[in-house]
């Protein structure tokens, strides 16, 4: 049961971080800075507005595929995966 | 061919298609009814989820609601993209990982009661028929205006072809319909916003037209341009909002939590075979959402920028033709309040409501509008949601464009409308009837129970496509709002909360809703005068205030299960499950 308990707080700890990011991106730069970022040119968009409109999005994506990634190394290190193939 | 044979033709091959999915893949047994035997392809549902969410609204009215709304349209674009993150990391493998057909199966196994059961059915038969309402009207528009078809006999041709997949077919039909919808769709959405961008900027990926130079020779990029053009109008900077941030804050989050709630949505993750599944799929349907989510927003500023340039000052009698062709159907509205004959765009509502017109037309061909004019100096209304269909004609495309995007705009909307049929004929057969009314039930007959309701669901949803109650519009708030209030946070506390138990998750669930609930039908329908900052709590808007109700429903059901009794051991010993990849079978087996 010990397994069973570290793998969820693996699991946890990865999902705070990343969520930590998610929020970051989107309510932090998009929303709460994006005055601030506005000040700053980027590739011919306002860096706030792009954020809020391009940025954010790119990295919800990362964010996911990073995870998928990621929970698959934790459960193959708690032997915990259902993935029988390999 | 002209537009309209070209538009036929390409609505014909692409019904014919989904019908011929539709034979191919009929459902045999209630696992392929309900979840395609939980035995789809992440990629494939992928794309599948990526069609369900993908709305008539996505589809035809968001780049239009971004373009008139600037950076106030984030809302949207974040809020409706952010909540596959929350999905994919909170909900969809251990909901994968409990591996039974429906939503409400997990509220009733994981809360130990009918009740809870029945209350998430009750949730999402509201949030669904909510949805699928708006679903069917899209249907109906793009046939009256693409095809000179009555909306009414638009909406029987695209409940016809839903009856066909979704009853025949379930969840297996849905699934690989939804595929070959996907791929119409993104399609119909690209090619002409490539062709807008490659027409203003040069630059062939509109995601980077948006910040590129206008090729007019100002040297100004197309955001620095719009931000300009639209100041001098006298509306505010494009890139900058009017929304109260905490107000954007709110909205944002209520549609991030609602979308990870919507239960058509979290059913999709029922259909592969693995957890690690489940979160793969959940990636690639962020994936396939975000080409078009990304291309909205340059969708939307081309068109803007198009809009202006092409009326602002320009006489009715030398305007481009797809002026007078949307006013000749009502969508635009145009009242020369200084009697120049020319075109006036300014900030403000041209006159009172939407333009009823005169039997006779002015003498340089106009409209006449009847309405009541107002102080301001605007002389043209425009229905937002005619930008995306309007893109091909303002940028003077190919008629094949055209009749792409008729075909793209009933694809969003058949698909959406399916899978929202579909959760609810399974909560009505599986819920209400095999696990609640009738226990007896076998397979056989609950399959025709399943095929039943999925046929009375459709009949209702096209009444109320074809005469749609006054509010459908204003009641899509409630579908985010509900669901964010509702159903996410007991699915979370569930997974996350050993201790929680069915007197917390059912009182918060109940508050959750209530609450909501009393302060949309508040501010929407019994005091609508009052719905401003000024009287909103926290400065919140109806639309926001999921968020509220969300925090509200986790309070409660945390200081409430913390008073009553803890759920029986063999509940505790489910949650330690779904928390463990290992071991996850199709719902065949488990059942």
């Known amino acids: 049961m010990q397994g069973e308990k570290d793998y969820w707080q693996a699991n946890l700890k990865l999902v705070a971080k990343l969520l930590t990011i998610w929020f970051l991106v989107s309510f932090g730069f998009g929303i709460i800075l994006v005055d601030q970022l506005n000040q700053i040119p980027f590739f011919g968009f306002k860096l706030g507005f792009w954020w809020a409109q391009q940025g954010s999005i790119y990295v919800f994506i990362g964010l996911i595929f990073y995870y998928v990634r990621k929970m698959k190394q934790i459960d193959k290190t708690f032997e915990v995966s259902d993935d029988e193939e390999e | ?591």
């Open chain 2, 1 to 591: 061919m002209d537009a309209q044979n070209l538009t036929y033709l390409f609505v014909f091959l692409s019904f014919s298609l989904y019908i011929g999915i539709a034979i191919w893949s009929k459902a045999g047994s209630t696992s392929e009814f309900y979840v395609a035997s939980g035995g789809v392809h992440p990629i494939a549902n992928g794309m599948a989820t990526a069609a369900d969410w993908m709305s008539a609204a996505s589809f035809i009215s968001m780049a239009g609601i971004i373009a008139f709304m600037g950076y106030d349209g984030t809302v949207y674009l974040m809020g409706w993209t952010g909540g596959y993150v929350i999905l994919a990391l909170l909900l969809a493998p251990y909901l994968r990982k409990f591996g039974q057909f429906t939503v409400p199966d997990f509220f009733g196994s994981r809360y130990y009661s009918t009740s809870a059961r029945v209350v998430a059915v009750i949730c999402l038969i509201v949030i669904s028929f909510t949805y699928v309402a708006g679903q069917m009207r899209g249907v109906g528009i793009v046939f009256s205006q693409f095809l000179n078809i009555p909306i009414f006999w638009g909406v029987i041709v695209g409940m016809s072809i839903v009856f066909m997949y979704a009853v025949l077919g379930g969840m297996k039909g849905i699934t690989y319909t939804q595929v070959a919808q996907y791929c119409v769709l993104i399609f119909a959405y690209l090619v002409p916003a490539i062709f807008i961008s490659l027409m203003i900027t040069g630059i062939p990926i509109p995601q980077l037209g948006l910040g590129a130079e206008v090729n007019d020779g100002t040297g100004l990029s197309v955001l620095q341009k719009l931000d300009n053009t639209l100041i001098e109008l006298g509306f505010s900077a494009y890139t900058e909002g009017v929304k109260s941030k905490i107000d954007v804050f709110a909205i944002t989050m209520a549609l991030m939590i609602g979308t990870a709630g919507l239960p058509h949505v979290i059913v999709r993750f029922f259909t592969v075979p693995k957890v690690s599944d489940a979160r793969k799929s959940a990636g690639y349907a962020l994936l396939f959402i975000a080409l078009l989510y990304t291309t909205a927003p340059a969708v939307g500023a081309f068109a803007r920028l198009n809009f202006v340039e092409t009326i602002h000052n320009t006489s009715y009698t030398q305007v481009a033709d797809w002026f007078k062709s949307w006013e000749s159907i009502g969508l635009i509205g145009w009242k020369d309040k200084n009697q120049d004959g020319k075109i006036q765009y300014h900030p403000g509502a041209p006159f009172e409501g939407k333009p009823s017109f005169a039997e006779d037309r002015r003498p340089d061909g106009s409209r006449e509008v009847t309405n009541k004019p107002t102080e301001s100096k605007n002389e043209v209304y425009v229905d937002r949601d005619i930008m995306v269909l309007a893109n091909p004609e303002i940028a003077a495309l190919p008629a094949w464009v055209i009749a792409l995007v008729a075909a793209g705009g009933l694809a969003a909307a058949l698909s959406t409308a399916a899978g929202l049929l579909l959760v609810i004929s399974t909560s009505v057969s599986h819920d209400l009837m095999k696990q609640t009314l009738a226990k007896g039930l076998t397979d056989r007959q609950e399959l025709f129970f399943a095929r039943l309701a999925a046929a009375v669901a459709i009949l209702i949803a096209g009444y109320l496509g074809i005469d749609p109650p006054g509010f459908v519009a204003q009641v899509v708030a409630f579908a985010f709002g509900l669901a964010a209030a509702s159903l996410f946070p007991a699915i979370l506390l569930g997974i996350f909360d050993r201790r929680m138990n069915k007197e917390g998750a059912i009182s918060g669930m109940a508050c959750g809703l209530i609450f909501c609930f009393s302060y949309i039908v508040f501010f929407k329908f019994v005091s609508p005068e009052l719905n401003s900052a000024d009287h909103w709590w926290f400065g919140i808007s109806p639309e926001g205030i999921g968020t509220i109700g969300a925090l509200l429903n986790l309070a409660i059901s945390l200081a409430v299960s913390r008073l009553t009794a803890a759920p029986p051991p063999s509940v505790v010993a489910l949650v330690d499950e779904i928390r463990i990849p290992k071991g996850a079978m199709s719902p065949t087996n488990s059942h």
